[in-house]
C-alpha cells in the first residue's frame, strides 16, 4: 500500500458499537444502528500467498468479532473481512511509514481507521496486511474508554453544554467566523489559520470582547464518537487561537463540542454534511458592559 491516513482523507466517522455473540453489530452512514451476523465457517487457509489478490480498503472498523472485522470504506461500502493467523496487523508511523510495529487483533477497536490489503477466498475476503496509524488507535482507544463511561452520562454532559451555550442571549455577538474539516479530521488548513488569526486581531480591537469557540460534526456516527470530535475541533482552535494570534486565555469563554447538533446545512447531501462539520468563533461583547 502506498499510504497510511493523511489530514485530508474523507472518511466516514462510525460509533463504538457492542458486539453480541451470535453477530456483529453494524452502524449504517446515518448513525442508526442494526444488527446483522457475520458467520466466520469453515477453516481459513494456512497460506494465503496462492490466493488471488483482493481489493485495498481504506475505511473505519464498524465492527468486530474474533476472527472478522467489518470496514465501512470511504467509498461507502460495507466489507465483512476475515482476519487469519498470518493477517499481518501493523501500526505505521512516520516519514514514508518507516516506524512499524506489530499488533495483535486486540488492536482492531471498533473506530480505528485501516488500509486493508485483501485475498480472495472464494466469496470471502481474507485480510492479508492491515494498517493503521498510532494517532487512528489513540482516538480509537479514546472512543472505548469513553463509551465505557456510559452514554446516559454523556447526553447528559452534551445537554449541559447546549445549556451552557444558550447563556449567549447575555451577549451581543460583534461576529462570528466559521472553518471547516474534512471528514474525522481536527487539523486546521494554513487558510483556515490565517482567517483565525485576522478574527482575533480584529476582536482585539473591540473592548471587553470574548471568544465562544464551538465545535460540531455532521451526523455521521453516533453521539459518543461526535462528541469527542467535535471537542477535539473546538480544542484545537483555542489553542491556535492562544498559542499563535496571540489570544489571552483570560478573554477566552470555555469551548464547546457540540456533535451534530445546531446543523447549519442538511445532513442528507455531503455538501450539507461539509458545512456542518465546523468550528464557529464568535465575538461577544456583555450586553451590561454595553449597557443594553
Known sequence: MKSIFSKSTGLALIAMLAVPATGVAAQDQTGASAETRVDIVGQLPADLSELPEGPTIKGMIAARKEGAIRVNGEDGSTNDIRIAPTTSIREVNGFLSLGRSDKTQAALLNGLKVDVETVQWGNTLIAKDVRFSNESLEMAQMIRNGTAQGFAEQTA??????????????????????????????????AD?????????????TDNALLLVVGYTDSVGDQDYNQVLSERRAGRVVNFLQQECQWKPWRMLTPTGMAEADPEADNMSEAGRAQNRRVEVSVLVSKAVEGL
Open 193 to 205: 489559520q490565517r482567517k483565525l488569526c485576522q478574527a482575533a486581531a480584529e476582536a482585539q480591537g
Open 157 to 190: 454532559a452534551t445537554d449541559a453544554l447546549r445549556s451552557r451555550v444558550g447563556d449567549i442571549d447575555n451577549y451581543n455577538v460583534r461576529s462570528t467566523t466559521a472553518v471547516y474539516f474534512d471528514t474525522g479530521e481536527w487539523q486546521l488548513s494554513q
